[in-house]
């Protein structure tokens, strides 16, 4: 019976995911292909050309492809994966052309050309921005602190989707930074499968790297993520704590949907109010619980601010807080846009981040 039901209600979320996937389909993909081939004055033939391999893409990308490791398929991913970060600029650009088409001020087949040449050239440029490694400096004094300390945050860098190469520009662009220690705050892979090899560069990092949980570690191997990062040398912290000195103590949480993670979990660790207190914890939720228990800096990722705009209008209706400082009393929260992109190797109006603190005794910092 209880058997029975679980299949039930698998098949639900199915099917619920289906329609919503469907639903989406027909203003981000059916719409534009549709009409800009219509604008081009395509063949019935051609445009089904056209349709069918674009409208089809992340069907066959996400659920075909998932698992194949090929360079051809992975060729293919990358293809699907540019087109769906194109899409939401490329129906952006066309509602703009509906209208100047209306109007009579350009005939539809110029306004095609247009929206076509205009979305790939912000694609192209989107793909660059997403290459780009920025390093962001965060300063500030504390009076728990004896000595000053010299750290670097990086989530969200989702290998899997982005490749070996990228996490080493990554890991050479840390360690001329020169920081005592690394944090990684969650969805640092996003795909089964990677190997040690890929990751090899973390075991040049020179200081600790502590690492906590995110989201989309647990749909791949989660186990065997945790294996191959502890036998690399990183130190994960799973709802868990340590003193990396004795004036400061490193807290990481594991990712969970439950919006009282935070602080179900700090009520059960001893936090050491007489230290600074570093709190890591993929998503931007729990400062309020954060500022009770007396951290005085969290640090979280998984927004990406949106990635590629106008998708940060959403992320901003589901986080209250999705880029840059927050304070609340004498707490700090600090929201990463993400150091690597999720799906599209693609950037629009955000940035790929390295983000690196310097904080300083409060005595120091005022002499």
Known sequence: MAESMSRSGRARMISGFLLVTLALHV????????RLCAWLELSGWATLLVFVPLASSQVVSRIFLRHR??????????????????????????????????????????????VICFSA???????????????KTIRFDSPKLSQPVRFVQITDVHIGSRNKGFLDRVIHKIN????????????????????EATLQALTTVVGPIYYCTGNHEKYEDFEAILTRLTNLGVTILRDDSLHHRHDLQVIGIDDMEDALQVKRQLDLLDVDLQAFVLLLYHRPKGLEAA????????????????????????????????KGMYQLDKTRLYVSQGTGTWGPVMRV??????????????????Q
């Open 291 to 322: 500022a009770a228990a007396g951290v005085d800096l969290m640090l979280s990722g998984h927004t990406h601010n949106g990635q590629i705009m106008p998708f940060n209008l959403i992320v901003n209706r589901v986080f209250d807080r999705i």
């Open 349 to 366: 109006g955000t940035s790929s981040e390295i983000t690196l603190f310097e904080l300083y005794p409060t005595a120091t910092l005022s």
């Open 69 to 114: 490791v090929s360079s051809f398929a992975r060729g293919l991913r990358r293809l699907a994966d540019f087109w769906l970060g194109l899409s939401p600029i490329v129906v952006m650009t066309l509602l703009v052309a509906e209208v100047v088409v209306l109007l009579d001020l350009a005939a539809a087949f110029d306004a095609a050309v247009v």
């Open 27 to 34: 203003p981000i993909f059916f719409y534009p292909i549709l």
């Open 176 to 195: 001329q930074l020169e920081p005592d220690f690394l944090c990684i705050t969650g969805d640092f892979i996003d795909a089964p499968g990677v190997t």
């Open 121 to 135: 050239i912000v694609g192209i440029l989107g793909l660059i921005n997403a290459m780009s490694l920025k390093v």
